[in-house]
T-cell receptor
Framework: GNSVTQMEGPVTLSEEAFLTINCTYTATGYPSLFWYVQYPGEGLQLLLKATKADDKGSNKGFEATYRKETTSFHLEKGSVQVSDSAVYFCALSDWEGGSEKLVFGKGTKLTVNP | DADVTQTPRNRITKTGKRIMLECSQTKGHDRMYWYRQDPGLGLRLIYYSFDVKDINKGEISDGYSVSRQAQAKFSLSLESAIPNQTALYFC??????????????FGQGTRLTVV
C-alpha cells in the first residue's frame, strides 16, 4: 500500500523564522496529498491539499507543492508565528481495497518561541 | 457545538474491562472512521464505515469492534482492554468525494488509559 514518510521532530523555531517540514511518499498511481494540523488539545484539521503533479496547496501562509519527480510534498512557511505551534501530519489518499482512505505520516511537532 | 463529538474525552479503565467510545456527528456524512494516535506512530486506522450497513477493518482492528447504530453514530469498543491500547482515539467523518479529494473532519479525541 501507499505510505508517507515525514521528518522526525520535534522542530523548535523562533518567531518569524522560515519553516520546512519534509514529506516524501511511496505510492502506486497518483494519490492526492494533504497536510493536516493538530493544535494542542484538538483533533486534526485539513491545512492544505494538492491533487496532481505540480499543484501547489496553500493556506494560512503555508504552502506545499506536489513534486512527482521527487515524490515529495514539503510544507513551508516564510515566517512562523507562535500560534503555528502544533503537530503537522502529511497524508495521502490510498485506494487499496477499492475504497479511498487516508494514510498519515507520523507527525512532526513544531514549537515556535516568541 | 462541534460537528463531530466524541465521548468521553478522557477515560481511565482497568485491564480486562470492556469499554465503549462513542462518536456522533451532525455533518450528515455517510463515512465514519476510528483512528488511534500514538507518539511516534502517527495515526493508524482501526475501522471505517461507509454507511450503516458497511463496516470495514483498518490496519489495526485486532482487539477492537465497532457498531454503526445510525448514520450519525459510530461506536468503538474494546472488549477486554489491555495496557497497550492506551492511546488517543479519534473519530472522523467524510462525505463521498466526487470531484474533490477525500477530506476528513475529526473529533477532539478521547484519551484512554488502561491500567
Amino acid at each position: 500500500g501507499n505510505s508517507v514518510t515525514q521528518m522526525e521532530g520535534p522542530v523548535t523555531l523562533s518567531e518569524e523564522a522560515f519553516l520546512t517540514i519534509n514529506c516524501t511518499y511511496t505510492a502506486t498511481g497518483y494519490p492526492s496529498l494533504f497536510w493536516y494540523v493538530q493544535y494542542p488539545g484538538e483533533g486534526l484539521q485539513l491545512l492544505l491539499k494538492a491533487t496532481k503533479a505540480d499543484d501547489k496547496g496553500s493556506n494560512k501562509g503555508f504552502e506545499a507543492t506536489y513534486r512527482k519527480e521527487t515524490t515529495s510534498f514539503h510544507l513551508e512557511k516564510g515566517s512562523v508565528q507562535v500560534s503555528d505551534s502544533a503537530v503537522y501530519f502529511c497524508a495521502l489518499s490510498d485506494w487499496e481495497g477499492g475504497s479511498e482512505k487516508l494514510v498519515f505520516g507520523k507527525g512532526t511537532k513544531l514549537t515556535v518561541n516568541p | 457545538d462541534a460537528d463531530v463529538t466524541q465521548t468521553p474525552r478522557n477515560r481511565i479503565t482497568k485491564t480486562g474491562k470492556r469499554i465503549m467510545l462513542e462518536c456522533s456527528q451532525t455533518k450528515g456524512h455517510d463515512r465514519m472512521y476510528w483512528y488511534r494516535q500514538d507518539p511516534g506512530l502517527g495515526l493508524r486506522l482501526i475501522y471505517y464505515s461507509f454507511d450503516v450497513k458497511d463496516i470495514n477493518k483498518g490496519e489495526i482492528s485486532d482487539g477492537y469492534s465497532v457498531s454503526r447504530q445510525a448514520q450519525a453514530k459510530f461506536s468503538l469498543s474494546l472488549e477486554s482492554a489491555i495496557p497497550n491500547q492506551t492511546a488517543l482515539y479519534f473519530c472522523a467523518t467524510s462525505d463521498l468525494p466526487l470531484d474533490s479529494p477525500l477530506k476528513l473532519f475529526f473529533g477532539q479525541g478521547t484519551r484512554l488509559t488502561v491500567v
